[in-house]
């Protein structure tokens, strides 16, 4: 374990923080995030070779607290595992339903609010929206094909308070 401050190039690191930006793809399928701890901030990594791990990488949004375990190279974690800790909720602004007909209103412009268009009802903003996630909170791994060959499998991990979702 250690701090995300006190993180040095060229060591391995349990590192606690909260993600802080939407993942981003870069062309080669490598995917990168950040975490922080409110003061300090590193980057991620789950590069191509880690496959359907790079799905999981994806699912993480903005305020989720994960463990990442990794090496750090260019104050960067090469992803070997990924605890997710808690999950934010992801909430979405959209069109809001028109309380008379209940179907999805429409944009009446620019900073004019909403209106259906069978009804002509009017509302000032959109609704907010809470989606369900596919990620769930629990250990993951890269598949076997990308793991260091020292490296300890999930499945040899037993911790009755963390599910693991081992790689196969």
Known sequence: CGTIAGARDDRSYVLKGTVTGAPRAIEGGHVFF?????KVAIGCAAFEPTKGFRDIVKGL??????????SV???TVNLEKLEVVR???DVRRVPPSCPSCGRRMESAGAGQGYRCRRC???????????????????????????R???AKQIVRIRQPW???????
């Open 34 to 38: 950040a975490i922080g701890d409110g």
């Open 148 to 150: 260091r060959h020292l």
């Open 162 to 168: 963390c599910p693991t979702h081992p790689s196969r």
């Open 87 to 89: 999950l934010a909720e």
């Open 61 to 70: 949004i903005p305020g989720d607290v994960v463990r990442a375990f990794g």
């Open 73 to 75: 190279k260019n104050r």
């Open 120 to 146: 002509r009802t009017k509302a000032p903003g959109p609704a907010e929206e809470k989606a369900e996630r596919k990620l769930k909170p629990g250990l993951y791994e890269v598949p076997p094909s990308a």
